[in-house]
């Protein structure tokens, strides 16, 4: 077991990067200082990074409660990109390598969780950014960024087939859409609806579908009907249609809830059959009041699930080599970063923004 670097010690590099100064300044162009290879670390040229509704929700301190943001902020956890240092140690990666990393750069490795394979459920982890860093002090800084320096074990292998743009959403929201299914069981065959057709949503419908389900989809937005089969729904309920919601209710095995903002919960759980399970990925930034009853008739229960482990997560990567499975993109340069903000807030992205890092290289940083 490595000892963690504590202090100043380690020599640092500068590479260019996007960062907002407060919860209300838009991102702009900064130069931020990152660690050079320690003995088990990877360098990555970051080619593509996905923007997550957690970056936003961090960006503006919506999580001020849960976790605090520090400024200056650089979001980015859905990265993708190809090695362009190793350290001594490293034994998975080469200079060349396609590369990927998720919402995690660290944990202890002793923990129960870790020792499971679930260093997202760790106490010590190391998100990607706006958490503390062991080997820097300050906060880490995540994904808007020309490079990034990751321990090896926290970077995972991107199939070769598969379109980058597309690849990065992955690493957050595929991974978050894939475990909680796979882990709920065998799915083939069952009645499963995806709430809310965003980034993490139509993620989900795509491995539901992938996994054999019976997927109806639950939206807010009329104009995401045609999308949402073409995606591969077989159903789409337009939520605010009593009559589209009250045909299924009490008829679902499994519900992921996706949905970014507070709503009612339990018009969902009420979909659910005797039995079936509703899990939370969405985090809004305020509590959700359920009913006590929705819950007991029907024995139905209410889950949480947060991201994926690292070898969940290869995992995962790999079934997406394997069945030719990507997100849904709208490659952005990074000078559009706050207009995707602003879109993101409406519900108004198909379905996710992906930006190439490669605009980055014009900006005049100091
Ligand atoms: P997103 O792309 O903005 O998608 C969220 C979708 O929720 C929207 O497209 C919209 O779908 C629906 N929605 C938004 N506001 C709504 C409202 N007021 N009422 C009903 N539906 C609403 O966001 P995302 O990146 O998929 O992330 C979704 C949530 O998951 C965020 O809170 C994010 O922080 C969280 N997250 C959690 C994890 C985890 O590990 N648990 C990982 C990543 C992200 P329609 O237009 O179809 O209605
Ligand atoms: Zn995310």
Same mark, same amino acid.
């Given at each position: 077991?490595?000892?963690?670097? &504590?202090?100043?010690?380690?020599?640092?590099?500068?590479? @260019?990067?996007?960062?907002?100064?407060?919860? &209300?300044?838009? *991102?702009?162009?900064?130069?931020?200082?990152?660690?050079?290879? &320690?003995?088990?670390?990877?360098?990555?040229?970051?080619?593509?990074?996905?923007?997550?509704?957690?970056?936003?929700?961090?960006?503006? %301190?919506?999580?001020?409660?849960?976790?605090?943001?520090?400024?200056?902020?650089?979001?980015?956890?859905?990265?993708?990109?190809?090695?362009? @240092?190793?350290?001594?140690?490293? @034994?998975?990666? #080469? =200079?060349?390598?396609?590369?990927?990393?998720?919402?995690?750069?660290?944990?202890? $490795?002793? +923990?129960? %969780? +870790?020792?499971?394979? *679930?260093?997202?459920?760790?106490?010590?982890?190391?998100?990607?950014?706006?958490?503390?860093?062991?080997?820097?002090?300050?906060?880490?800084?995540?994904?808007?960024?020309?490079?990034?320096?990751?321990?090896?074990?926290?970077?995972?292998?991107? =199939?070769?087939?598969?379109?980058?743009?597309?690849?990065?959403? *992955?690493?957050?929201?595929?991974?978050?859409?894939?475990?909680?299914?796979?882990?709920?069981?065998?799915?083939?065959?069952?009645?499963?609806?995806?709430?809310?057709?965003?980034?993490?949503?139509?993620?989900?419908?795509?491995?539901?579908?992938?996994?054999?389900?019976?997927?109806?989809?639950?939206?807010?937005?009329?104009?995401?009907?045609?999308?949402?089969?073409?995606?591969?729904?077989?159903?789409?309920?337009?939520?605010? @249609?009593?009559?589209?919601?009250?045909?299924?209710?009490?008829?679902?095995?499994?519900?992921?809830?996706?949905?970014?903002?507070? $709503?009612?919960?339990?018009?969902?759980? %009420?979909?659910?059959?005797?039995?079936?399970?509703?899990?939370?990925?969405?985090?809004?930034?305020?509590?959700?009041?359920?009913?006590?009853?929705?819950?007991?008739?029907?024995?139905?229960? *209410?889950?949480?699930?947060?991201?994926?482990?690292?070898?969940?997560?290869?995992?995962?990567?790999?079934? +997406?080599?394997?069945?030719?499975? &990507?997100?849904?993109?709208?490659?952005?340069?990074?000078? #559009?970063?706050?207009?995707?903000?602003?879109?993101?807030?409406?519900?108004?992205?198909?379905?996710?923004?992906?930006?190439?890092?490669?605009?980055?290289?014009?900006?005049?940083?100091?």
């Amino acid at each position: 077991m490595k000892k963690p670097q &504590t202090g100043n010690t380690a020599s640092l590099y500068k590479t @260019k990067a996007y960062s907002a100064a407060s919860e &209300t300044s838009p *991102l702009a162009a900064t130069s931020i200082s990152r660690r050079e290879t &320690t003995d088990n670390d990877v360098q990555i040229e970051i080619l593509f990074c996905g923007i997550c509704h957690s970056d936003l929700h961090t960006v503006r %301190n919506e999580w001020s409660s849960i976790m605090p943001t520090v400024y200056p902020c650089v979001p980015g956890h859905e990265i993708v990109g190809r090695v362009t @240092k190793i350290g001594s140690a490293v @034994k998975k990666f #080469k =200079p060349g390598d396609l590369a990927g990393v998720g919402c995690l750069v660290d944990s202890d $490795h002793t +923990c129960p %969780n +870790c020792r499971d394979g *679930l260093e997202q459920l760790c106490p010590n982890q190391t998100l990607t950014f706006n958490s503390l860093d062991k080997h820097l002090g300050g906060v880490t800084y995540g994904g808007y960024s020309e490079s990034i320096v990751v321990d090896e074990h926290f970077v995972l292998h991107v =199939p070769a087939n598969l379109n980058l743009a597309g690849v990065a959403p *992955l690493l957050c929201a595929g991974i978050t859409t894939y475990s909680p299914m796979r882990r709920w069981g065998d799915i083939k065959g069952k009645k499963v609806g995806v709430v809310g057709l965003g980034g993490l949503g139509h993620m989900g419908v795509k491995f539901a579908r992938a996994f054999g389900a019976q997927v109806v989809v639950f939206t807010t937005s009329e104009n995401k009907r045609q999308d949402a089969l073409r995606l591969g729904a077989n159903e789409v309920v337009v939520s605010s @249609k009593p009559g589209e919601m009250q045909k299924h209710a009490g008829s679902f095995d499994f519900i992921l809830d996706t949905i970014a903002a507070v $709503h009612d919960i339990n018009a969902y759980i %009420n979909m659910l059959g005797r039995d079936g399970n509703i899990t939370l990925v969405g985090a809004p930034e305020k509590p959700l009041s359920v009913s006590a009853f929705a819950l007991l008739l029907g024995r139905r229960s *209410l889950s949480g699930s947060l991201i994926g482990g690292i070898a969940e997560t290869q995992e995962m990567l790999d079934f +997406c080599g394997k069945h030719d499975i &990507t997100a849904d993109v709208e490659v952005i340069p990074i000078q #559009k970063v706050n207009e995707a903000y602003e879109r993101l807030v409406k519900s108004d992205v198909k379905y996710r923004f992906s930006i190439d890092m490669a605009s980055l290289k014009s900006e005049q940083t100091a």
